[in-house]
């Protein structure tokens, strides 16, 4: 059981250009999130979906699109990178809440350049 | 005030040690989370409970609802629990957003 595979595990960009956090997993989860983490900060919710074809905004939206085509996948598109956006990524999944065991990806380092 | 206080914020003890990290929460919750993220950065779930005492290996969580507290232990700690303890709890008003405590540092000396 692979559990939540993220990739790529590093990326850096320029500032401006966009690009996809790919979350995957196989445990037929509902619920998936998707997370930043700051330099000596907690987590802190961006995205997250309750179902195929359902997603609602965290507490950082912003400069973050997601959609959610199938059960398995839960993409994050930057749409134009910024400095600010420099961070680790975790997407995580449950049965179908917060309140389930959270199940999390190995995350994804980003700079932005 | 952050609705999830964690204390200590760092904690360095010696192997073997008993270790007690807490967790204070300010809304009424129908879960918490126990949550371990190594060095490396990896998160895992450590324990989800509503109620009363759970054990795993070493490591033993208790909540209290009434006083709105719960506590993680370490029996025997050893270096390799080295690590940030996070709790979290659901929103009282979203079963789909989790309010984070800021972490606990542990580091534990051979």
């Known amino acids: 059981n692979a559990g939540v595979t993220q990739t790529p595990k590093f990326q850096v960009l320029k500032t401006g250009q966009s690009m996809t956090l790919q979350c995957a997993q196989d445990?037929?989860?509902?619920?998936m999130s998707w997370y930043r983490q700051d330099p000596g900060m907690g987590l802190r919710l961006i995205h997250y979906?309750?179902?195929?074809?359902?997603?609602d905004q965290g507490e950082v939206p912003n400069g973050y699109n997601v959609s959610r085509s199938t059960t398995e996948d839960f993409p994050l598109r930057l749409l134009s990178a910024a400095p600010s956006q420099t961070s680790v990524y975790f997407c995580a999944s449950s049965r179908d809440s917060a309140i389930n065991i959270q199940y999390f990806g190995a995350g994804t380092r980003l700079s932005v350049l | 005030k952050n609705e999830v206080e964690q204390s200590p914020q760092n904690l360095t003890a010696q192997e073997g040690e008993f270790i007690t990290i807490n967790c204070s929460y300010s809304?009424?919750?129908?879960?918490l989370h126990w949550l371990q993220q190594h060095p490396g950065g990896g998160i895992v779930s450590l324990f989800m409970?509503?109620?009363?005492?759970k054990k795993h290996g070493r490591l033993i969580a208790t909540i209290n609802i009434q006083e709105k507290h719960s506590s993680l232990h370490i029996t025997a700690s050893h270096p390799r629990d080295s690590a940030v303890y996070i709790c979290a709890v659901p929103r009282m008003d979203s079963n789909y957003q989790l309010i984070w405590g800021a972490g606990t540092k542990l580091i534990i000396k051979p």
């Open positions: 409970l509503s109620s009363g005492k």
């Open positions: 445990m037929n989860h509902e619920y």
């Open positions: 979906s309750v179902g195929a074809g359902i997603t």
């Open positions: 809304v009424g919750i129908s879960a």
